[in-house]
């Protein structure tokens, strides 16, 4: 992902910034343009509560070159407290606390770095509450 | 115009290393360090943790106690560091941006060795009083390293505290400060180094002890308090013993000084040692207590502060993670191959 595209996502990856149909109240993170459930395009911004539960998981032990040296690492579907589902990494949890269900929170970490000269790029992981 | 703590708060990482793994790997004495040291164990942050996510989470845990403050009515932000993240991009314009207090915000990231962070307090609650800004943060963070096998190793550790100051609404008024500072070499970093280099045993007496004395003497004499007047004091902690034998000679008890005193278990947290310190503090202080806390950095040079905690301290210490709560919940221990890993320590193929 360029650096360029990470700055537009600022809202989302720093602040969580959803948008919430102004006719049905739907949450959608990342925002959208027309509501799947009503049609309605007008939209509000709010920030999402930070909460939620672990819908499913699963490790990767072979990631792509920048995750590297994480491996192996937990990608879960958050169900948000809010109603969004995010695909996010989970991190800090201890031996045997993974599994279904398990509360979390979203925490600001480094995603990735651009080598070691390059831009740190951060964003949102989800860790046990 | 009343002055003071509007919103408080600390973070840890979940990561510890025991002094018995470090002095394994390099054949020391884990008792006599231990002893000598006055610690046991140390915070590590982990690969994806800096000084600009541990000052984000700080700040939002200052902003959950703020009792609803509007992020954008912060007119400053200062994050004091001995190890930000860039050589050249300010930690702060991050932290700033993932707050929601940008754009109308002035922006500056500290250095003063490990009084980093009690300075952009220091300037930020000074700001507010001159009537320039509505609110101001100050931050303390590192995540500082000790070259491999050095006495530093057992110690430097990483840690956030950020506290949030206004005019209104306030949990604690700050009544005094007082600065002390004199060019004294015993503790650098040059350019390009990793690791920084110490002078020894020179880092106690001349530097750590008299700056010390001398911030704490100074507010005393300023304020008109005596040190049996404060219910908790709290000072830099480079170990587990200076804090303690400093409190001593100044005239507090191990009783002012305990809720405060947490470099047995966190390690020295550089630029976070003292405000997390205060943030621990503030968890369990009462209205009306008064709390004495003075900062050290090599360099040299000590802050100095005594607060009196306000009615409303009751409301807000259960609006997000305790400090002592964060330092004992569930640590996650590491051997010293992943500790070294974390630290990058470890040379790799480019
Ligand atoms: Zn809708």
Known sequence: MSSARAWREYPQRYRYEAAVCDQCAKWFFPPRLVCDACGCREFTTKAMRRTGKVLTYTVIRVPPAPFKDQAPYVVAIVQMDDGPRLNVQVTDFVDGQLKIGLPVSLEFRKIYEEGEAGIINYGYKAVPV | ?350
């Open chain 2, 1 to 350: 115009m009343n002055v003071g703590i509007v919103g408080y708060g600390a973070y840890l990482p979940k990561h510890r290393i025991k002094v018995e793994e470090i002095a394994r790997v390099w054949g020391a004495d884990a008792p006599s360090y231990k002893k000598g040291l006055g610690l046991r164990e140390k915070s590590v942050p982990a690969l994806d943790q800096d000084v600009i996510t541990m000052s984000v989470e700080a700040a939002r845990n200052a902003l959950a106690r703020s009792g609803g403050v509007d992020p954008r009515e912060i007119g400053a932000l200062y994050i004091g560091s001995e190890s930000h993240p860039y050589a050249v991009k300010p930690s702060g314009t991050i932290v700033s941006e993932a707050i929601g207090a940008t754009p109308a915000i002035h922006v500056a990231d500290f250095e003063f060795a490990c009084k980093a962070g009690s300075e952009g307090m220091f300037v930020a609650h000074g700001l507010v009083k001159a009537g320039l800004i509505k609110y101001g943060i100050g931050i303390g963070a590192d995540t500082s390293q000790g070259a491999p096998g050095d006495a530093l190793e057992y110690s430097a550790a990483a840690g956030a505290a950020a506290f949030l100051f206004g005019s209104d609404n306030l949990l604690a008024r700050i009544e005094h400060t007082f600065s002390y500072t004199s060019d004294t070499p015993d503790f650098w970093r040059r350019e390009y180094m990793h690791y920084p280099q110490h002078a020894g045993r020179y880092t106690g007496e001349p530097a750590y002890f008299k700056h010390t004395i001398g911030a704490t003497e100074g507010v005393l004499e300023r304020s008109g308090m005596k040190p049996s007047d404060f219910q908790f004091a709290v000072f830099h902690q480079p170990n587990g013993k200076f804090p303690m034998r400093v409190g001593k000679m100044l005239g507090f008890s191990h009783e002012q000084m305990e809720a405060g005193w947490l470099s047995p278990t966190l390690g020295n947290t550089y630029s976070g040692a003292s405000p997390i310190g205060l943030s621990a503090i503030l968890d369990v202080a009462k209205p009306g207590d008064k709390i004495l806390m003075c900062s050290y950095g090599s360099g040299s040079g000590s802050d100095s502060f005594v607060f009196t905690v306000t009615e409303r301290i009751t409301e807000v210490q259960g609006l997000a993670p305790k400090t002592r709560y964060m330092l004992e919940h569930e640590p996650i221990y590491l051997a010293y191959g992943e500790y070294a890993k974390f630290r990058r320590k470890i040379r790799k193929a480019e």
